[in-house]
């Protein structure tokens, strides 16, 4: 196991309580326009409109609403192949470099957001059966993979304080 201090259960317990909210939302709303959907199908011959539109919009929305929430655990999915190769100082090392790595990316993800929510602004982009505006998931995207990074930032800062203050 790792001897780098983890802050105890959460860095942030409201934050992760109001994550975990938001991110059961569309899972909630997925289960019951599915059901509503086949019942309406099958029993009355009418599909909800534009379901799988929805469905859609709140399918990216479970990924992104539950992706600060993960990254605030530290729960992503990680490979430990290398992390007997580090001991002492080498850990702090390691975690902050995948730290960096991981803010990079979602750093990165961010801004393509960002510059296709901006996109979906000027074309005023929408779904085609229900008209939804692209730039309302869009930007709601960005917002989480934006809050993910910042996460990620914290994570790197915290790690980078323990490094400084270990002997």
Same mark, same amino acid.
């Given at each position: 196991?790792?001897? !780098?201090?983890?802050?105890?259960?959460?860095?942030?317990? =409201?934050?992760? /309580?109001?994550?975990s909210?938001?991110s059961?939302?569309?899972? =909630?709303? !997925?289960?019951?326009?599915?059901?509503?959907?086949? &019942?309406? /199908?099958?029993?009355?011959?009418?599909?909800?409109?534009?379901s799988?539109? !929805?469905?859609? $919009?709140?399918?990216?929305?479970?990924?992104?609403?539950?992706?600060?929430?993960?990254?605030?655990?530290?729960?992503h999915?990680?490979v430990s192949? !290398?992390?007997n190769?580090?001991?002492?100082?080498g /850990?702090?090392?390691?975690?902050? %470099? #995948?730290?960096?790595?991981?803010?990079l =990316?979602?750093?990165?993800?961010?801004? /393509? %957001? #960002?510059l296709?929510?901006?996109?979906?602004?000027?074309?005023? =982009?929408a779904t085609?059966?229900?008209?939804?505006p692209?730039?309302? &998931?869009?930007?709601?995207l960005?917002?989480?993979?934006?809050l993910?990074?910042?996460?990620?930032l914290?994570? %790197?800062f915290?790690? #980078?304080?323990? $490094?400084?203050?270990?002997?």
């Open positions: 196991m790792s001897d !780098i201090p983890t802050p105890s259960p959460s860095p942030a317990p =409201a934050l992760e /309580r109001a994550l909210w938001l059961a939302l569309p899972v =909630a709303l !997925i289960v019951t326009l599915t059901f509503a959907d086949v &019942l309406g /199908r099958y029993l009355l011959s009418s599909p909800v409109r534009g799988m539109e !929805i469905i859609e $919009f709140a399918m990216a929305l479970v990924v992104f609403t539950a992706l600060p929430l993960v990254t605030l655990q530290r729960g999915v990680s192949l !290398i992390d190769l580090f001991t002492g100082k /850990r702090y090392i390691k975690r902050m %470099l #995948c730290d960096a790595v991981s803010a =990316a979602l750093g990165l993800l961010s801004w /393509r %957001l #960002c296709q929510s901006m996109d979906d602004l000027q074309t005023r =982009a085609v059966v229900l008209g939804l692209n730039a309302a &998931l869009s930007l709601t960005t917002f989480f993979a934006g993910s990074t910042v996460v990620v914290m994570h %790197l915290q790690t #980078c304080r323990a $490094f400084g203050s270990h002997e």
